[in-house]
């Protein structure tokens, strides 16, 4: 059957009167389920197998280290006195950070209608979800003694009605990240049961049509489901929606609720916020720029989707560069000597190197996305992206260890110092996490086929006959 | 759960093995312990009867309580006792009192019946209970044949002295010469003369690296005798200290500490003035309120000026601004001695040369001090014949040398080789406590009893007969000295018969038991105390007067000074083997498990290095290698070395090269000769290109130009000191150096209406001695960490020193801070624990609940004062090998021992309130005004720690809060802190006080309006800007010069 | 080829859900059950070395419990005796084999152990029944003497013949009496009186007395934490 686009178009043009199509080249759908099964169905590249043989390893380093953490005990790391957080807390908020992008683009943009989302959201929600595993493990070890742990749950321990301190941010953080962690998986879920079903019905093993067909609920794609699906859709992504906002805020307060200069400062939930979003969208273009040449997807995620979010960073970036400026402002503004030196500290002290690191990955790069070229050429986002990506972690270190080591009486600070265990750890939670996206992306449908039919631009016969009808 | 351990201690308490131990009836039979059993055998056999609590049953824990067959009279099981006794440190005898727990000694404190101390302690004194429990003690005589060693039974060793004193009773003790480590015990003198008698061919020599020869020499020059001088600092309006630590090392350190620091109130018409003229920052210059730092050869001549201007007639003018300090101070100490005739002490520390200390007996016997503020008291101790030892054993040797103590192959000047010389002995016998590295080349060591496990005497400082009782049975195969002597003699070996015979002897009225036993009970015999003295001054030649101290030194290497110092935690090295004092960080360079070369900012430029640079120092020939420390204050042109470091026969702890454990520090004894026991000049500072991490407490790092100037605004805001005019004038000038807006909570505040347990600090009395910390790690358990985490700043004391610089860098001044956990009402602490193991109590305690903690840490960050403490590792285990459960019996049963991963700090020493609290229920009585007393506050020799009820009016700490000068640290804040800082008054000279406007310009508007906060926090900086007029810039400065 | 559901499959549907929530009800329920401090504190009965039985001592021969626990008003530990205090009666035939008087069950094997501590000096290892955890910190005098009766931690001591703990001695116990102590206080007289029956009501005895020796018992953590 004839198809839309059999002819190359420039998706990136800025022209309100003529949208440009979210799929392009020779597709219809039968050639888009292929597209996306092929991944999974045909015969497992080696490169794949290189890949998953480093990143398992890494990821059974990560668990041998969280072993010996267990029985050393936490001073295996750096942390000291006064940084009594160190490098386990800034992982933790990088990489619930990272976990960011994929309900904002399922959920928010799809209550804002932009179709755009359907290409990239599958593989950012499954982003997401990944990186909040990693993120879940390290305050879960952090703590001193970890088999104690299941006393943070908020139940009456040892028939004494004694709860856990309500007031305390740390268990607000249990919550909200739990409640993150949940929704978004079932958010993630929910939206690929009808590609599962697919699955189902194209796998040739019997194996896979019963794991497949278990997953897919018996979905039969009758207009029925298809009614219901779509409404409890709806539903998830409006109840998704405030979380995206919620759960970096509350991890925020971990730091904005203490009293000490350089965290105690309110601006610190917008800002987390919007770091988030940042840093989660440079983690998908990291990974979609490539994934998209590998699995030839560049018909589905167009120059377009990349540019868009290429748009979204810049925006975020900017307000993050906003934010920084804010902090200095508020603090020379506000008076307060002790948070004037934390920042004075921050960008002239021992630190210095680590904060211009943070605003010329944080600030600087993500700027040269005003320029269209780089908006539209996947190897320049790349780079910029990871430079993101590094700013981004070493945001959360400025604020976390910087802050730390200088406080209130010069008598006791010192300088942080990590551990090659602190380094390996960070290292080998990427193993993790890479791990569990290789397997998705062998094993699930990596684009939201249903979905991206959906939004494919209508074939003219088609539009002739219906000007007829 | 390391936890478990002092409960399962408690059944130790109660085990048979451990009965035995306590209980056994005769001294000799320590021969009962397990023959050929090596201390680790016998250790495991311990450490098993320690596991004894972990037998578990299918369902239920089963613990065995093993009660005494008989208990002894008044025990009550688990309530502690205290016993006075008498402890020689050093040759100085100190009256302490010892509380016992089930049998066994936790801990040692002053005993507050007697003037030494009121109660107080040092370091020395709070750590000497470790060494009691320390598993490398020697724990049975040890044999050397062959270059192999052998343990033996005292059946052996005595088999050995028998045979061979019987051959001395024949030759009238020919050949055999004794080095016996001076002590002041009456009856080890008595048996000594027994001997002599004996044996008149024996030679007897006295030896300690620190007998105070100079002291001694210079009253003999002076008075033609020895005499020990006491000094009343409350009354004295002048008191100039010459290369001297009067309220710290001094023999008398306590005392005096505790007495100037009476004589430092401001609130008196007469504030003592202290003038510190010395080479190396000691504790006493931290009170002082001029300091000049000289180098030690120059000092004798400051003095000689000092009594020719006292001499002259004319005139004494201010010198003037642009002098140098030294001329400045100069002309003010003359000016202040003048005008306070018989109201000034001068007083000369060991380390200057007899002239010095006969100098300084004249000039207080020409300003009329003595017989005022300077007592003189005869001096019955016995002079130091060490040399007279070196000349008879090269002329002589001999077929037996014993050696009673002390360790003279480690601390003899290096230019005597002891060593040698004892090889001129066929035997030779060490009979000490700690195998050392004397026993090293001994073919015996005998180990002798810890003073707390046997009877003993000892002559205190003013002459008062002090008795020793034994706290508990010798745990190892030892014998005291005194039983040891008698042993020697073939007669009785029962030391309390032995002390009690002297004791008859000496003082006739302790013949009726009663009277000897009100002796053991109180500790000493009042009325022995001796009586004042007023010698004839002879004629001597002083001296001579010179200039050189009046300019500024030239730094040339080769030409440089250098000064030995007794370690603040070694001493002269026989501390090395303690954990807690090794551990303790220096008052002033807040070093810890090292020593290094000590040199002022402007010493380490000139020879172009910094911090933690490896140097090598050569003196004449002779050279060692550590790393630098820079130390604000420091003389110019001078160099401090501790002395104690290096021993390679210390224990596990200290260094003992046999078992593989590297020596701790650098043994500074190698350069040190016997011409030059103190100081000398000539040294060599040459950089080795290595560097070297010192394991330092405070300033982890060199600082950097921001930090630096950071420190620069707020130490005039923590520390808060003014002038005694500032003080007068605005008495409340500390409330309001810190200006904030209205403290107001977001929560309705909770009110204290039952106790309300609070804390002051004065910090006019404080002088950074440490007591209190390490008194705080006896009682409340507090771990040792080790070099490594104290480098990586994990040190666990609850109790912190703080000291900052202030002013120039060669002349500054300091301050020093106690800090701990503040209980804070609003504790910031409290609020971010997600577990609640840190809440308030009803009295306002911050209490920890180490069972509820799981160790987020939040606590910590959120701390502003940074005083909690975690426990990254599992510190017992670390500092505890497997053959040291021995250790655990220092341990303090009414403190939790805490586990890995657990937060802890300072509780205020609650259980002392929960015991206190429930003994005045039970009698039905109200808890006493002072009744409390926390461990810190206890030792404190200068009463600047006061702990109480701040609701009960009658409370000194009610008081204290209420002074004018009582301010909260960080109180801007808001977190309401329970501890408040009394704050610091200088009394400057007129001449030399800062600049009026400053007093005048902050006192005036903190004097206007009450600091509630009409002041934007704008001019809070303006503000500090003031205040560091008076307090000048910190002097890391030359560090950034560095950076 | 899909796979789906069959339709048989339904009827399983609501018997997966009744697993799923009554098999979360089932281990939730044991587990806290097995938790809980009545079953694992209460029933500790240990047998002890020497077959003393307080249903003898403090029941029938009605002996008071501080004739042989005397430090329990004096201090935290409610002492065992030691062999000393079992001699005062059975006491064993001595040198030359004579028995004096006094003496009860001078020869009986069950104080066998006895005899031979008191004459070698060697303590008895007596079972430790009521083990409070070691963070802890207990004080019997406290108690004793503000009118807390041994029986409300120790229960009826003199009817048994082997002595096991009957309470739990949990932190909610401690903190049941500590905040409503008025039912739990008795005349100090009575304190050992095991049998003790109050002749009015427990509260108001008990809030008298508490007026009296003025007892508002404390709640916080450092009370028994230190």
Known sequence: MATALAAPVDTTIEDPTRRPPLVTGDHDYQSITDTIHSISEHKTPRAWYIAFAVSSTATVTFFLLIGYLIYQGVGVWGNNNPVFWGWPIVNFVFWVGIGHAGTLISAILFLFRQNWRTSVNRFAEAMTIFAVVCAGIFPGIHVGRVWFAYWLAPYPATRLDMWPNFRSPLLWDVFAVSTYATVSLLFWYMGMIPDLATFRDRSKSKIKQFVYGVFALGWNGSARHWHRYEKAYMLLAALATPLVLSVHTVVSFDFAVAQLPGWHATIFPPYFVAGAVFSGFAMVITLMVPARKWFGLKDLVTLRHLENMCKVILATGSMVGFAYAIEFFIAWYGGNPYEGFAFINRAFGPYAWAYWTMVSCNVIAPQFFWIKKVRTTPWMMFIICIFVNIGMWFERFVITVTSLSRDFLPSSWAYFKPTPIDMAMFACSFGLFFTLFLLFCRYLPIVAMAEVKSVMPVPESEAKNDTKA | ?????????????????????????????????????????????????????????????????????????????????????????????????????????????????????????????????????????????????????????????????????????????????????????????????????????????????????????????????????????????????????????????????????????????????????????????????????????????????????????????????????????????????????????????????????????????????????????????????????????????????????????????????????????????????????????????????????????????????????????????????????????????????????????????????????????????????????????????????????????????????????????????????????????????????????????????????????????????????????????????????????????????????????????????????????????????????????????????????????????????????????????????????????????????????????????????????????????????????????????????????????????????????????????????????????????????????????????????????????????????????????????????????????????????????????????????????????????????????????LNNPESDVAKAHADARAYGLLAELNVKPRTKYLARIRNPHPWLAPPVESAHGHGGDGHGEEAHGEHAHADERHDAEVSHNSVPAPTQELREEQV | MRFNFPTWTNRFVPVLIVTILGGAAYVGAVVFAATDPQTLNIGHKPTQPVPFSHKTHAGRLKMDCRYCHNTVDKAAFAAIPPTATCSNCHTGADANGSVSVSAVHSDSPNLALVRQSQATGEPIDWMKVHDLPDYVYFDHSAHVNSGVSCVSCHGRVDRMDVVEQVKTLSMTFCLDCHRNPDPHLRPLEHVTDLAWVPDEEPEVIGGRIREELNINPRTNCSTCHR
């Open chain 2, 1 to 949: 759960m390391s936890k478990t351990w002092y409960r399962s201690l408690r059944e130790l308490e109660n085990t048979a093995e451990f009965q035995e131990m306590l209980h056994r009836e005769f001294p000799e039979a320590a021969s009962e312990f397990p023959k050929g059993l090596s201390r680790r055998r016998w250790l495991q056999i311990m450490g098993s009867s320690l596991a004894l609590a972990g037998v578990s049953g299918c369902r239920f824990e089963a613990e065995t309580l093993a009660p005494f067959a008989t208990r002894p009279a008044n025990r009550i099981p688990g309530k502690t006792q205290q016993f006075n006794t008498t402890v020689e440190i050093a040759g100085q005898a100190r009256a302490l009192r010892a509380t016992s727990y089930d049998g066994r000694p936790i801990k040692l404190d002053g005993n507050p019946d007697h003037l030494s101390s009121g109660g107080a302690s040092d370091s020395y004194t709070q750590a000497t209970i470790l060494d009691l429990y320390d598993p490398d003690r020697g724990q049975t005589p040890i044999e050397s044949t062959g270059g192999s060693k052998f343990n033996r039974s005292w059946i052996e060793a005595d088999t050995f002295l028998t045979e061979q004193f019987s051959q001395f009773a024949g030759s009238k003790g020919d050949g055999l010469c004794v080095l016996a480590e001076s002590t002041s015990s009456p009856t080890a003198q008595r048996l000594k003369t027994a001997l002599q008698d004996k044996f008149p061919q024996m030679k007897w020599f006295d030896y300690s690296s620190l007998s105070p020869v100079n002291s001694r020499g210079g009253a003999t020059l002076a008075f033609g005798k020895p005499v020990r001088t006491e000094y009343d600092l409350e009354s004295a309006a002048v008191v100039v200290t010459i290369d001297s630590d009067l309220l710290g090392q001094h023999p008398e350190g306590l005392r005096n500490a505790r007495s100037f620091s009476r004589g430092r109130n401001p609130d008196s018409e007469q504030m003592t003035r202290l003038y510190a003229v010395e080479c190396e920052f000691t504790g006493t210059a931290v009170a002082a309120d001029h300091r000049v730092a000289l180098r030690p050869s120059q000092i004798a001549g400051f003095l000689a000026s000092v009594e020719q201007a006292l001499a002259s007639d004319e005139e004494t003018h201010a010198a003037d601004e642009s002098a140098p300090w030294s001329q400045q101070v100069f002309a003010a100490l003359v000016d202040d001695l003048k005008k306070h005739p018989g109201q000034s002490v001068i007083t000369v520390g060991e380390r200057q040369p007899v002239e010095v200390h006969a100098l300084a007996h004249r000039l207080n016997q020409k300003l009329g001090n003595v017989g005022k503020t300077v007592t003189l008291l005869p001096d019955e101790s016995s002079a130091d014949t060490f040399d007279e030892f070196v000349t008879h054993a090269e002329a002589n040797g001999g077929s037996m040398l014993l050696l009673l103590g002390g360790n003279p192959v480690y601390d003899s000047p290096a230019d005597v080789e002891v060593a040698e010389l004892m090889e001129k002995f066929e035997n030779r016998v060490h009979f000490a406590v700690y195998p050392n590295e004397t026993s090293a080349v001994c073919n015996w060591y005998l180990p002798m009893s810890h003073p707390l496990e046997c009877w003993s005497d000892a002559t205190l400082y003013d002459g008062t007969y002090g008795v020793a009782q034994p706290l508990i049975e010798p745990l190892f195969e030892s014998r005291s000295q005194i039983e040891f002597l008698a042993g020697l003699l073939g007669e009785e070996t029962d030391g309390l018969e032995l002390v009690r015979q002297t004791a008859r002897e000496l003082y006739p009225e302790l013949k009726s038991t009663r009277e000897w036993e009100r002796v053991v009970h109180n500790g000493f015999h009042a009325d022995s105390t001796a009586k004042p003295i007023t010698p004839e001054l002879q004629n001597f030649e002083g001296p001579a007067a010179s200039t050189e101290w009046q300019n500024p030194v030239e730094v040339t290497n080769g030409e440089l000074e250098v000064v030995f110092t007794t370690d603040s935690s070694v001493l002269d090295g026989r501390f090395a083997n303690n954990a807690w004092l090794q551990e303790l960080p220096h008052p002033l360079t807040k070093m810890t498990w090292s020593n290094a070369a000590i040199m002022s900012p402007k010493t380490a430029d000139a020879l172009g290095v910094k911090d933690d640079d490896v140097v090598r120092l050569e003196l004449d020939g002779r050279e060692i290698e550590l790393p630098v420390y820079v130390q604000p204050g420091q003389a110019t042109g001078s160099v401090a070395v501790a002395i104690g470091y290096g021993r390679t026969h210390a224990g596990l702890v200290g260094g003992d090269v046999e078992e593989g454990v590297a020596p701790v520090g650098v043994n500074a004894g190698v350069i040190r000769t016997a011409g030059n026991r103190y100081f000398a000049t000539g040294l060599k500072v040459s950089p080795t290109g290595r560097r070297e991490e010192l394991a330092v407490t405070q300033d982890h790092y060199a600082i950097d130009k921001v930090g630096l100037e950071e420190i620069h605004g707020r130490v005039g805001d923590l520390v808060r000191e003014g002038t005694l005019d500032e003080y007068r004038e605005h008495p409340e000038f500390a409330e309001h150096r810190v200006h904030h807006p209205p403290l107001e909570s977001l929560w309705t505040e909770v009110s204290y209406d039952g106790h309300a347990w609070g804390m002051a600090i004065d910090l006019n009395k404080c002088i950074g001695c440490n007591a209190c910390v390490v008194a705080c790690q006896s009682e409340n358990n507090v771990p040792v960490v080790g070099p490594d985490q104290v480098r990586a700043s994990r040190e666990m004391h609850w109790m912190k020193v703080d000291r900052y610089f202030t002013g120039d860098t060669e002349e500054p001044e300091v301050a020093t801070q106690p800090v701990t956990c503040q209980h804070c009402e609003n504790a910031p602490c409290e609020q971010v624990c997600p577990v609640a193991a840190t809440v308030h109590s009803n009295e306002g305690l911050n209490d920890m609940a180490y069972n509820r903690c799981i160790g987020t840490r939040y606590c910590g960050n959120n701390c502003p004062y940074k005083v909690r403490r975690f426990n990254f590792l599992d510190y017992r285990s670390e500092m505890e090998a497997a053959n040291r459960e021995l250790m655990n019996l220092v341990l303090n049963p009414e403190v939790t021992v805490r586990s890995r991963g657990v937060m802890e700090k300072c509780t205020y020493c609650v259980q002392r309130i929960q015991n206190t609290r429930i003994e005045a229920k039970n009698e039905r009585r109200p808890i006493g005004p002072n009744e409390i007393q926390t461990a810190c506050q206890q030792v404190c020799a200068s009463e600047a720690i006061v702990f109480g009820d």
